[in-house]
C-alpha cells in the first residue's frame, strides 16, 4: 500500500535541502524518482514554509520508505538535519501522470 510521508524541518533552508540533495544524488539533479539511490519513490515534493521547509514524498510501501531512510539518515546526519520526524499516512489515492 502507498504512503504519504511529510516531513517538516524547522529552521532549514533551500541551502541545506539542496546539499541534502547533492549527497543523494552523488552530484547530480534530483528531477525524477530515479536520480535518487532507492527503489519504491513514486512522487517528491519540497518548498519553504514559514520557518522552514517542507518535503512532501509518496512512496510505494513503508518497506522502501525504510529502505531510503538507511540512505537518507547518515546524510541528514551528517549534514545536522536528523531531527526532524516524518509523518507517514496510509494513501487512498495516487494520481501520477
Not at 510521508?5 to 534530483?30: H, K, N, S
Not at 545536522?80 to 507517514?88: H, I, N, R, S
Amino acid at each position: 500500500m502507498a504512503i504519504i510521508v511529510t516531513i517538516d524541518m524547522p529552521g532549514v533552508g533551500q541551502e541545506a535541502y539542496d546539499a541534502c540533495v547533492q549527497r543523494l544524488t552523488g552530484g547530480g539533479e534530483f528531477t525524477a524518482v530515479d536520480d535518487i539511490p532507492a527503489h519504491g519513490l513514486i512522487s517528491h515534493a519540497a518548498g519553504p514554509v514559514d520557518g522552514g521547509w517542507r518535503v512532501v514524498d509518496v512512496w510505494e510501501s513503508e518497506d522502501a520508505l525504510e529502505n531510503f531512510a538507511k540512505i537518507l539518515q547518515p546524510i541528514l546526519a551528517d549534514l545536522g538535519l536528523g531531527d526532524a520526524e516524518p509523518q507517514v499516512i496510509p494513501a487512498h489515492n495516487v494520481v501520477t501522470s
